[in-house]
C-alpha cells in the first residue's frame, strides 16, 4: 500500500532522514523504533504530508502523494499529543472531523467505550488529561481506514485505558488493515508488533518480523536485539573508527 | 475552508478574549458618547483609539492563537484537507471575530444615539470600515510571523516590534524625512510613504472623509491634493485591501512548504 523510495528529510544542517526505503505492504502491526531523534516522527509526519521530503517519493496505493491530500481519506492518525481549541466543545470538535471527512463513522461506539457520554457538552478546555486522550483516541478510530497510524500512543494512559486500547488495537488488526506504531515501550512491541522497522540516525537498520529481529540478534527479547544492534553501532564507532558507512554495512547483512 | 472558518469562529466567540475586546470598545464609545454629543468629535477621539488598539490587539492575537493552535493545526494537517483551507480559514476566523467585537462595540452605541439618522452616518461608516481592514491586515502580519518563526518568544517579540514600528516609530521617520527634504518638492515622497503605512493610510481615510483640514497635516492635505477627495477615498481603500492581499498570500504559500 505505501513504498517509500530514498526519503530525504534535513531540517537545517540537521540530517533526519537519510535515504529511507520502505514498504508497508502486509497488513498487521509494523513497530517503528528508535531512539530519540532517530526520524520516526519525521517518516510518520512524510507519510501524513505534515512534514514534506527534501527528496524520494512516497507512493500510497500506486499514487505520489506530493501535493496531494484527498489520499489522507486512507488514513487514520492518533497524534502524540492531545490539544485542541479551548472553547469547543467535544461534540463540536467530533461533528468537525465528521464535517471535514464525512462518510460514515462510528463515533458512538468509542463514546459508550471511554464513558465520554458526560463530557460531550464541555469545553475541551476544562477536561483532563486522559479524558482528552480518550477523545484523542475517539477521533482517530471513528473512521475505518485501510492505514492507522499511532504515534506514541501510550503516552498518559492509565492502565485500564491501556488495556482498552491494545483490544482496540488488535481489532483494527482483525479488518486486515496496515498499522503502523511508533514507541519507546519495548513490551507493547513484544506484545502487539507483528514486524518491525528500527530506524537509527535517519538510516533503517532493521526491518522484518518480530521473530526474525530476535533470532537475528539471538535474543529472547525485543529489548535485548535493539541494545545489541545499538551495542554493535557503538563498538564499531569507539574502537576501531569505522566510518559511519561500514557500520551500515556490519548491520545490513543481518536483514 | 468555511467548515475550518466556523468551527474557529464557534471557538473564538466563545473565547474570553473576545468579551473583554468588544466589551472595551463598548465602554469607551458610550463614555465618549456621554461627554460629547457631536458624533463628529466622537468619531475623531474614536479614530485615535481605534488607529492604536486594533492594530495592537489583531497582532497579539493573531500571533497568541496560531501558537496556542499548534497542535491542533497538526492534527487537522492530518484530515483529508488541503493546507491552503486550514490557514485561510483560521486567519478569516481569527480576523472576522475581531471585526465583529469592534462592529459590536462600537456600532451599538452609536445606534443607541441615533447615527443613522445623524449626518455623521458615512463618516462613522468609514471608521467601522478602516477598523475592521486593520483587524484583517495586523492578523495577517501577526499570522505569517507565527507561521515563519517556531520560536514563539521571538515570534511575539517581532510581532510587537512590527506594530511598534507601524503605529509610532514610521511617523517620527517619517517627519524627520520631510524636515530633512524640506527644500525638495515632497508630494511624492510623501504619498508613497503614507501608503507603505497602512495605520497612516487609514487616519487619511478618516480625516479625509471627515474633511478636517485642520487635522489632516501634510499627508492628508497632499492626499487630498492629489487624488480629490473621492478617488483618494477609493484609492486608500485598494491600498489597504492590499495591505490584506499580500501578507494572507503569504500565508498561503509559507504554509505549503511548512513542516509541521
Redesign the interface.
Known amino acids: 500500500m505505501i513504498s517509500i523510495n530514498k526519503l530525504h528529510k534535513a531540517f537545517g544542517k540537521n540530517k533526519v532522514l537519510k535515504g529511507i526505503d520502505v514498504n508497508f505492504n502486509e497488513p498487521g502491526i509494523t513497530a517503528v523504533l528508535g531512539p530519540n531523534g532517530s526520524g520516526k516522527t519525521t517518516l510518520i509526519k512524510c507519510i501524513l504530508g505534515m512534514v514534506i521530503p527534501n527528496d524520494g517519493t512516497i507512493i500510497l496505493d500506486d499514487k505520489n502523494i506530493k501535493g496531494e491530500w484527498e489520499y489522507r481519506n486512507k488514513i487514520d492518525y492518533l497524534p502524540q499529543i492531545a490539544r485542541f481549541p479551548e472553547n469547543l466543545k467535544v461534540k463540536e470538535l467530533l461533528s468537525m472531523i465528521k464535517d471535514i471527512r464525512g462518510g460514515e463513522e462510528n463515533s458512538e461506539r468509542y463514546i459508550k467505550l471511554f464513558n465520554l457520554e458526560p463530557f460531550l457538552n464541555q469545553r475541551l478546555g476544562n477536561l483532563s488529561g486522559g479524558t482528552l486522550q480518550k477523545v484523542n483516541i475517539t477521533l482517530a478510530l471513528m473512521y475505518d481506514s485501510p492505514l492507522l497510524i499511532l504515534d506514541e500512543p501510550t503516552t498518559g494512559l492509565d492502565p485500564l485505558a491501556l488495556v482498552r486500547l491494545k483490544k482496540l488495537i488488535l481489532e483494527e488488526k482483525a479488518k486486515g488493515k496496515i498499522i503502523l506504531i511508533t514507541t519507546h515501550i519495548m513490551s507493547f512491541v513484544e506484545e502487539m508488533a507483528d514486524n518491525v522497522v528500527f530506524l537509527l540516525e535517519g538510516n533503517i537498520h532493521f526491518e522484518g518480523s518480530l521473530q526474525q529481529l530476535k533470532t537475528n540478534y539471538k535474543s529472547e527479547k525485543v529489548e535485548e536485539a535493539i541494545a545489541k544492534i545499538l551495542e554493535g553501532k557503538n563498538y564499531n564507532f569507539s574502537s576501531n573508527g569505522h566510518s559511519k558507512r561500514d557500520v551500515e554495512l556490519k548491520i545490513q547483512p543481518n536483514i | 475552508m468555511l ?1 475550518i472558518l ?3 469562529g ?3 466567540l ?2 474570553r478574549w473576545t468579551y473583554i475586546y468588544c466589551s472595551f470598545f463598548l465602554m469607551i464609545s458610550l463614555s465618549l458618547l456621554f461627554l460629547s454629543s457631536d458624533l463628529s468629535k466622537v468619531v475623531i477621539s474614536l479614530m485615535n483609539i481605534v488607529l492604536l488598539i486594533v492594530p495592537l490587539i489583531a497582532t497579539m492575537f493573531g500571533v497568541m492563537y496560531y501558537y ?5 493545526i ?10 491552503s483551507n486550514i490557514f485561510l480559514g483560521q486567519y478569516i476566523g481569527i480576523a472576522g471575530s475581531l471585526s465583529i467585537s469592534l462592529i459590536i462595540g462600537i456600532g451599538v452605541p452609536f445606534l443607541i444615539y441615533g447615527v443613522f439618522n445623524s449626518p455623521e452616518i458615512w463618516n462613522f461608516m468609514i471608521l467601522l470600515v478602516t477598523g475592521v481592514l486593520l483587524s484583517f491586515i495586523f492578523s495577517a502580519i501577526a499570522l505569517l510571523i507565527a507561521l515563519k518563526n517556531e520560536n514563539r518568544i521571538k515570534g511575539f517579540g517581532l510581532a510587537i516590534l512590527v506594530w511598534l514600528f507601524l503605529a509610532v516609530i514610521y511617523d517620527g521617520i517619517f517627519l524627520l524625512g520631510l524636515i530633512w527634504f524640506n527644500d525638495y518638492p515632497l508630494d511624492n515622497f510623501a504619498i508613497i510613504g503614507s501608503i507603505l503605512n497602512p495605520i497612516d493610510l487609514s487616519r487619511i481615510l478618516i480625516l479625509l472623509k471627515l474633511d478636517i483640514s485642520a487635522l489632516m497635516g501634510f499627508t492628508g492635505a497632499v492626499f487630498q491634493k492629489f487624488f480629490g477627495t473621492g478617488l483618494g477615498i477609493a484609492a486608500a481603500i485598494s491600498v489597504l485591501i492590499a495591505w490584506i492581499g499580500i501578507p494572507a498570500w503569504r500565508i498561503k504559500s509559507v504554509s505549503q ?4
Open positions: 467548515k466556523k468551527y474557529v464557534y471557538d473564538l466563545r473565547s496556542n493552535s499548534r497542535e491542533f497538526e492534527l487537522l494537517l492530518a484530515q483529508p484537507i488541503k493546507r512548504t511548512k513542516d509541521f
